[in-house]
């Protein structure tokens, strides 16, 4: 049995190792190529973007019928008849998208004020049609913890599309090289996804009892998505109206790099902490507190050290990176990686809520997350413009946050005391930054360019 568990852990390193290298490859990547694209086009057409992605994938979150955690928990997931009736609802769905995006295109352009958006939306729409015949391969490799191929097909797509988007930049300098990057990588993915690993030759099957499983499940995921997309993508939804085009694609930069901490959490979480938690659904719930708390907190230490650093320093790396096209993301990257903590704590343990069928607490804080937005991001920009809004932002993940450890609290799985434990140490070491930076001259984050332009 011993044997078993550490073959069982060893496993499981192995593939939080892939995730964490092929998560760290893709962002150099993708910030080597953000730097290298931002010199050949222009703030406003990051903006464009950003809004078109926003109801693209809003589109996905808000039909999400979860059909890869379904696999992923099923106990049929060797069976030829389940799989192809996953495939066969993930085409129907890709197909349904692209349509809807065809359809919202029109409204979305007249309401942003940009025609561009009428073709931008749906050329990504054909995204969903390219992920809908991906092979449920991918799905199975991710069960099995099987990270290194997954990572490697993943990588390789990245690239392929990055040298697309560079080159369409360079001859063309527009929207375009943009939209068909995004659109590229899928293309690249969905093929590979026919030729690995515990692939099925894919036919339209739909079996009763699998529809069945996929979809009693898949509701409660749709439930949680559709919330989760209101409440995260809000800020976008309403700055990208609030704020000129320009600066809009200049916060979209910024927040960019907020994330990486959130991004980082949310591949480990869906790639390894779901797969490995979901066979351990059955325990009692102190064994699963415990098999949680330790590994959490290792998985909390370097991200502590991410966000005191992009809030203490991340103006600098702006300023450096970026040119003066880009400046104001100076001021805006501290204050939303600041934000990000309460998203952090509560994106290490909420997978637990989801193996044990309670995932309701994560949609009742997205929910209300949801409604703090639409009512504070247009009252604090009214009141403190642009700072006032990106304020309203930062604050944003505080009601999810509570949320999740009131369901963590019920179910006898909380940890808050380490919580406590690892804000107490953010606050040192942001602490210690500012302190550094104040001896040697630098003010506060950004502030210099929020208030004097320079």
């Not at 805006?332 to 990000?340: A, E, N, V």
């Amino acid at each position: 049995m011993n044997s078993i568990n550490v073959n069982f852990k060893a496993k499981a390193f192995r593939a939080a190792s892939f995730v964490l290298l092929g998560y760290g490859l893709s962002q150099v990547f993708r910030l080597c190529s953000n730097w290298v694209l931002t010199r050949l086009l222009s703030p406003e057409l990051y903006g464009i973007i950003a809004v078109a992605h926003v109801f693209h994938r809003g589109l996905g979150l808000l039909s999400d019928l979860g059909i890869e955690p379904g696999i992923i928990r099923s106990e049929r997931s060797d069976d030829k008849t389940f799989l192809n009736t996953a495939w066969t609802l993930q085409v129907y769905r890709g197909l349904l998208l692209f349509l809807l995006s065809i359809a919202i295109a029109y409204p979305v352009s007249v309401f942003y004020n940009e025609k561009s958006l009428l073709f931008v939306l749906p050329a990504l729409g054909t995204i969903s049609i390219f992920q809908g015949f991906q092979s449920t391969s991918l799905a199975i490799l991710n069960k099995e913890l099987k990270q290194g191929k997954v990572t490697y097909v993943e990588l390789i797509s990245q690239l392929v599309s990055i040298a697309v988007m560079i080159v369409i930049a360079y001859l063309f300098r527009n929207i375009w090289a943009l939209v068909l990057g995004a659109v590229i990588s899928p293309i690249v993915k969905s093929i590979w996804s026919h030729f690995l690993p515990y692939r099925i030759k894919p036919s339209f099957k739909l079996e009763k009892t699998a529809v069945t499983e996929l979809l009693s499940f898949g509701k409660w995921i749709f439930l949680s998505t559709a919330m989760m997309f209101l409440a995260t993508q809000a800020d976008r939804l309403l700055l990208g109206k609030l704020f000129p085009i320009s600066l809009f694609g200049v916060y979209h930069i910024a927040a960019m790099y907020a994330e990486l901490p959130k991004d980082i959490m949310n591949s480990l979480g869906n790639r390894v902490i779901y797969p490995l938690l979901s066979k351990f659904s059955e325990l009692p719930r102190d064994e699963i507190r415990a098999k949680i708390a330790k590994a959490r907190f290792k998985l909390l230490l370097p991200l502590i050290l991410l966000v005191s650093g992009l809030t203490c320093f991340g103006d600098l790396l702006m300023e450096v990176l970026y040119d003066s096209r880009y400046i104001e993301a100076a001021w805006i990257l501290p204050l939303l990686s600041l934000g990000i903590w309460p998203f952090v704590l509560h994106l290490t343990i909420d997978r637990i809520l989801y193996v044990i069928g309670k995932p309701n607490y994560m949609a009742l804080g997205n929910s209300i997350k949801f409604i703090y937005m639409l009512v504070s991001v247009p009252l604090f920009y009214k009141m403190g413009g642009p700072f006032g809004a990106v304020i309203a932002v930062m604050l944003n993940d505080i009601p999810v946050y509570i949320s999740v450890n009131i369901g963590l609290r019920k179910e006898k799985l909380s940890l808050l005391k380490q919580d406590l434990l690892a804000t107490g140490l953010l606050a040192i070491l942001i602490l210690s930054g500012l302190l550094f930076r104040n001896s040697v001259g630098l003010g506060l984050p950004g502030m210099d360019i929020l208030f004097n332009g320079n």
